[in-house]
């Protein structure tokens, strides 16, 4: 049976909200170097260092507010920025319960820091996927051909059997490379059709 190794952001999760993202760039210490723009391409800029350890959290939200964060404030922008990945596409843990209910293996592989990891493993909707990849713990990202790599090896069954549902395109190209059967995520209803004949569904 093939196991159906699901992305998090933007797949299981709503995108984050604008207010959210809002909320974030507005810290009660005072607004961060060149406003909502500034703190939203400072926010991308560092992310994938971020996501693979590089920076813990105190260097990472100092380096988005362009000045030093510590103490009640780092624990502040950790927290709203759990939450602003917290809301659940509804739709597709709908497709995750189904999967459960029949008995399919499901794991997850997300870009996501040690502190996002922690906040997001506990939510309820989280539950029927089983071995969970977050790049922070793992030292590495996507679409690093070793993440995969890592992966399909926990996993412990051949990259043909892993189909793996994603919504960038560079790293469903690499998982691809992998031996993997990589589905981009564009719409709930589309990724219901393509994993049809993939998992043998009436």
């Known amino acids: 049976?093939?196991?159906?190794?699901f992305d998090y952001g933007n797949v299981i999760s709503l995108p984050q909200a604008e207010a959210d993202v809002a909320r974030l760039a507005e810290p009660?210490?005072?607004?961060?170097?060149?406003?909502l723009p500034g703190f939203v391409q400072r926010y991308w800029a560092a992310r994938l260092d971020f996501d693979r350890a590089a920076l813990d959290p105190g260097a990472y939200w100092s380096f988005v507010y362009g000045r030093p964060v510590a103490g009640a404030?780092?624990?502040r922008a950790v927290t709203l920025d759990v939450a602003s990945w917290s809301r659940p596409n509804e739709d597709t843990a709908a497709v995750i319960e189904e999967l459960a209910g029949r008995g399919v293996p499901m794991a997850l592989l997300s870009n996501a820091p040690v502190c996002v990891a922690d906040g997001i493993d506990p939510l309820p909707f989280m539950a029927p996927i089983g071995p969970r990849f977050y790049?922070?713990?793992m030292g590495m990202v996507k679409p690093e051909a070793e993440i995969y790599l890592t992966v399909i090896d926990k996993l412990g069954v051949p990259a043909s059997d892993v189909v793996f549902v994603d919504d960038r395109v560079e790293n469903i190209a690499a998982a691809r490379a992998a031996g993997i059967h990589g589905l981009l995520f564009r719409d709930v209803p589309t990724l219901r059709e393509?994993?049809?004949?993939?998992?043998a569904w009436p």
Do not use: A, H, I
Request: charged share 30%.
């Open 1 to 5: 049976m093939k196991t159906v190794l």
């Open 28 to 35: 009660p210490d005072g607004p961060p170097e060149g406003g």
């Open 73 to 75: 404030e780092l624990e």
């Open 135 to 137: 790049s922070g713990r």
């Open 194 to 199: 393509e994993l049809k004949p993939l998992l």
